[in-house]
């Protein structure tokens, strides 16, 4: 089987009936929603706060060994052609992983999300890779996200570690979302680095954590 196969395999049998999409935080009952910088107009100082908590949360969940899957959704309209974007998503891989991207999966699939309103034809393209996390280069990535480096962020970003069970959905330089099916990964992070998450969610998310203190 190929990543995407071997992804939506891992998506029904652990969060079976979740979507791939933002926001993700509302689509699980267990999940957590991080603040990255959302209240930093300074470019720099919003860069290097983002670095310092995407890579400090990354850390507390993922280990070398663990296995991950990467995922980009390209959406594409009639004007925008899969040929436009192929080039892009080569080098992305190839920037981000310290191994032979050859294999990176590409799936086509419906639109996630739908306007009964709109008339423009929209396909999305989703491309998957598994590796161990040791052959992800996590904070090329975030360069990437946080747009300081020279590969320019494109796509919807999904990182799957299939070993603790846990998906991270970096939407914007503003914020993340993480769930998971196991609440003792989640209780840790959240614990850990309580004073990072999103405010305006903070109310829901203690409550999530409350009946297990």
């Known amino acids: 089987m190929d990543s995407n196969e071997q992804l939506n395999n891992f998506l029904n049998t652990f969060f079976e009936n ?18 990255l910088a959302s209240d930093i107009e300074d470019k720099v100082l919003r860069t290097t706060q983002i670095e ?10 993922n280990k070398s ?24 998503i080569a080098e992305l891989y190839n920037t981000l992983f310290n191994k032979d991207t050859d294999n990176v999966s590409l799936l086509k699939q419906d639109y996630r ?13 989703r491309y998957c890779i598994k590796v161990m996390n040791i052959d992800f280069d996590v904070k090329k990535f975030i360069s990437v996200f946080s747009g300081t480096g020279e590969q320019t962020a494109l796509g ?13 959905h970096p939407y914007d330089i503003r914020g993340m979302d993480i769930i998971s099916n196991d609440l003792k990964i989640l209780k840790d992070i959240y614990t850990i ?5 999103l ?4 109310d829901k998310i203690d ?7």
């Open 52 to 61: 310092h908590r995407f890579l400090k949360i990354w850390e507390a969940i």
């Open 156 to 168: 919807d970003f999904f990182i799957i570690n299939e070993t603790k069970k846990v998906i991270i």
């Open 18 to 35: 979740v979507d791939l999409k933002s926001p993700l935080f509302y689509n699980y009952p267990t999940g957590i929603r991080f603040d």
């Open 199 to 202: 405010e305006f969610d903070r």
């Open 207 to 213: 409550k999530i954590f409350k009946p297990i203190e």
């Open 65 to 88: 060994s663990d296995l991950i899957y990467f995922i980009v959704f390209i959406d594409c309209w009639k004007g925008n052609p899969q040929s436009a974007f192929e080039k892009d």
């Open 193 to 197: 680095h309580n004073e990072w998450i």
């Open 113 to 125: 999300y739908p306007d009964p309103d709109d008339t423009d034809e929209v396909k999305t393209f």
